[in-house]
């Protein structure tokens, strides 16, 4: 059963940084594609960032220069670094993978940007 659950959102202050992660299970990591959604209130999911089996990223215009996705395959594991954030960040994010066809999510976690 493949699950993923992340971790490290929060409230912060436009202009901080958050962490988050997301911890994959019931795949085998290394060879699939993990990327990060985020949600908010009356809008569509959105792709945040993306990061190939082999380490190549892509990222959404708006959040390119701030944010770093990373993944570290001996914790099936992975990352998004976000800096200098502004309350437009404001969403659920959430963890997605895919893998031989299939589209697995997670439940997400809050990120909240506000003074």
């Known amino acids: 059963q493949v699950q993923l659950v992340e971790s490290g959102g929060g409230l912060v202050q436009p202009g901080g940084s958050l962490r988050l992660s997301c911890a994959a299970s019931?795949?085998?990591?290394?060879?699939?594609?993990m990327g990060w959604f985020r949600q908010a209130p009356g809008k569509e999911r959105e792709l945040v960032a993306h990061?190939?089996?082999?380490?190549?990223?892509n990222y959404a215009e708006s959040v390119k220069g701030r944010f770093t996705i990373s993944r570290d395959n001996a914790k099936n594991t992975v990352y998004l670094q976000m800096n200098s954030l502004k309350p437009e960040d404001t969403a659920v994010y959430i963890c997605h993978c895919g893998l031989s066809g299939m589209n697995y999510w997670g439940k997400g976690t809050q990120v909240t940007v506000s003074s």
């Open positions: 019931g795949i085998i990591f290394s060879i699939a594609g």
């Open positions: 990061i190939t089996s082999t380490g190549i990223t």
